[in-house]
């Protein structure tokens, strides 16, 4: 679990990256899974925005305990999963990630969710890691974005660039298994993988239930920014109950 000091750096930072790692046989497990949605759908070589709509094994990852216990430490006991992704950036020109918030995505209401990143690979700055600003999140409200359809991106809205400076930027150097945290608001991005090294790297996406997933809102947002329609989402209870009283979830299997 996550120390005190953890917690606290997840909130004052927007991120945290805690001591823990996956075994090796949970991420063999991943790329095994990943590998056989890529021989179904090789659409999906560089990114899956939806994993569980084509292979419910990857729900596995999303219920391990380990997992679960450092989400509930920053979002608190009663949460859901929403949605889990794979950005696999594979080498040689695999895409990159423009610069953006989660929230400008999501049709969570109020935006409140943590996301796991998990390494399946090494991801170094040559490859193509994660990279964040940090304490970008604090004011709590998302930055103008601009549409972007470049065939070489993995998503569409890109942050305007009068809302950041690269130059604050952090690396995520991370070993696989390795996984990170980030809040909804957090500025984060990639570069494209020009490396010769995969860099496959796996999200889960978890919300408070507290917060509301507007299914009305998925499908404005679709319609207005030509964003994936996340209308038909199947939400996971994945600890606790519904505080809104108004989430429409599948309970855990």
């Known amino acids: 679990m996550l120390n005190e000091q953890q917690i606290g750096d997840y909130h004052e930072n927007g991120y945290v990256t805690p001591d823990f790692r996956l075994p090796e046989d949970v991420i063999e497990d991943i790329r095994v899974l990943h590998d056989r949605l890529l021989v179904k759908h090789p659409e999906f070589v560089n ?19 380990e997992i679960l216990d450092m989400v509930e430490q920053v979002i608190g ?33 109020p935006l409140a969710t943590c996301t796991v990143w998990i390494a399946i690979d090494e991801a170094t700055p040559e490859n193509g890691c ?9 004011a709590r409200r998302l930055r103008k974005h601009n549409t972007n359809t470049a065939a070489n991106l993995t998503l569409s809205q890109e942050l305007d660039p009068s809302e950041y400076d690269v130059a604050d930027a952090v690396d995520l150097v991370l070993k696989p298994g390795q996984i990170s945290l980030h ?27 507290s917060s509301v997933f507007d299914r009305d809102k998925a499908t404005e947002l679709h319609q207005r ?29």
């Open 183 to 209: 809040d909804v608001y957090l500025l984060h991005g990639s570069e494209a993988n020009h490396s010769a090294n995969s860099r496959r790297g796996m999200t889960l996406r978890f919300m408070p239930t």
């Open 130 to 138: 994660l990279r964040v600003i940090r304490g970008s999140h604090k």
């Open 77 to 109: 006991p009663n949460f859901a999963l929403w949605n889990s992704s794979f950005f696999a950036k594979p080498a040689n020109g695999g895409h990159a990630t423009p610069w953006h918030q989660d929230g400008e995505y999501w049709p969570v209401q």
């Open 47 to 65: 990114y899956c925005p939806n994993l569980l709509a084509y292979d419910t094994g990857f729900l596995n990852v999303a219920r391990l305990p």
């Open 225 to 253: 920014l030509g964003l994936l329609d996340h209308s038909d989402r199947t939400l996971f209870l994945m600890r606790g109950t519904d505080e809104s009283g108004q989430n429409d979830f599948r309970l855990r299997l």
